[in-house]
């Protein structure tokens, strides 16, 4: 099984076989929408991965700007957005160093890449501040004054409340709060699969052993319905005004 930096440097096709089974009621769309209007807006989203977020709200905005530290995440961004091409541009770069003039964004999104710079950064509680603090401050110096942050995090996946998987992330989550002013929206974004055996097969291939183990265990003690297998997850959504 490869490490999570394998899968974004060289199996963009799996990544993208489990972000396009993720919200399966759409409730990440309509809470974008209920957050701030989207129509017209110059947006740069970081960590664009393969697109699966940009799709929520392209159909609205003027222009996008999307970054990635893969290039083979951008290559594949690029296949599933080329209906939009007019409207994009893709290039490499890491979060905290975005190769844009100040003020340039009306909307800065992010969608479950943050994560990983903070796992990046270390354990310690100093850490976790010193790159939250690091994250926003980029976000704020390339959005324009009265534009908006949105950043989508994880909040668990299969569990049965929400929960920061990580106690790094749980500081992370907080400073976003206390110390930067970020509301927070909690949804479900629950996983389709047509079956329990392709559950476990891409959840475990992204999230490791453990969860198809636990998926496992999940469906022996309730067999999904014919109508598919549901693997539950939580996502927060910190949303604030530049």
Not at 48 to 76: A, P, W
Not at 207 to 224: I, T, W, Y
Request: with cysteine.
């Amino acid at each position: 099984m490869p490490s999570m930096e394998e899968i974004y440097q060289g199996h963009s096709d799996r990544y993208d076989e489990l972000v396009t089974r993720e919200d399966r009621e759409h409730h990440l769309a309509t809470a974008l929408s209920a957050l701030c209007s989207w129509d017209g807006a110059a947006v740069i989203e970081s960590g664009i991965g393969t697109g699966r977020v940009t799709k929520l709200y392209i159909e609205s905005v003027k222009s996008v700007l999307g970054f990635d530290r893969s290039q083979h995440m951008l290559d594949q961004a690029a296949r599933n957005l080329q209906e939009w091409n007019e409207k994009i541009s893709l290039k490499t770069a890491e979060h905290r160093a975005l190769p844009v003039a100040d003020g340039t964004a009306d909307r800065f999104i992010e969608g479950w890449a943050f994560g990983h710079a903070i796992v990046d950064a270390g354990e310690r509680s100093s850490d976790v501040r010193n790159a939250t603090d690091a994250l926003v401050a980029e976000t704020e110096r390339v959005c324009r004054s009265g534009g908006s942050i949105t950043i989508i995090e994880t909040l668990g996946t299969n569990v049965e409340e929400p929960t920061p998987p990580r106690e790094t992330f749980a500081e992370f989550y907080d400073r976003l709060e206390t110390h930067h002013g970020f509301a927070r929206v909690v949804v479900s974004t629950d996983y389709w699969f047509s079956s329990a055996e392709e559950a476990i097969r891409v959840c475990g291939y992204f999230f490791g052993d453990g969860m198809a183990e636990a998926l496992e265990r999940r469906f022996e003690a309730v067999p999904p319905a014919a109508e598919g297998a549901i693997v539950p997850e939580y996502s927060g959504i910190w949303h604030r005004t530049r």
